[in-house]
């Protein structure tokens, strides 16, 4: 079992900045990947970006070049810095973690992120 916190959501103006933060406990020998998603009301839920256990990163177009996840040494924390915001970007950012051999799906309770002037 792995749970996940979220932190660092909030309101924001266009072009602003933000961070993210997800903090890991349980099993955490046994945590794959981890990354953020987002779901924007009425849309489903998408890839923002993840971190493999070999720090590999992989993210969606719409971010790349604005937002850079990391992951820290113990695996247990994983950080969203979002620069350049846009008010697409608004929405519910859920934290996920991919658990043991079968990659079971964990999910934190989401933070919200509003772009708005």
């Known amino acids: 079992q792995v749970r996940l916190v979220e932190s660092g959501g909030g309101l924001v103006q266009p072009g602003g900045s933000l961070r993210l933060s997800c903090a890991a406990s349980?099993?955490?020998?046994?945590?794959?990947?981890m990354g953020w998603y987002r779901q924007a009301p009425g849309k489903d839920r998408e890839l923002v970006a993840r971190?493999?256990?070999?720090?590999?990163?992989d993210y969606n177009d719409s971010v790349k070049g604005r937002f850079t996840i990391s992951r820290g040494n113990m695996r247990n924390i994983v950080a969203l810095q979002m620069n350049s915001l846009k008010p697409e970007d608004t929405a519910v950012y859920y934290c996920?973690?991919?658990?043991?051999?079968?990659?079971?799906?964990?999910w934190g309770q989401g933070t919200q992120v509003i772009v708005s002037s």
């Open positions: 996920h973690a991919g658990v043991g051999v079968a990659n079971v799906d964990f």
């Open positions: 349980g099993s955490l020998w046994a945590i794959n990947a």
């Open positions: 971190v493999s256990r070999s720090t590999s990163t």
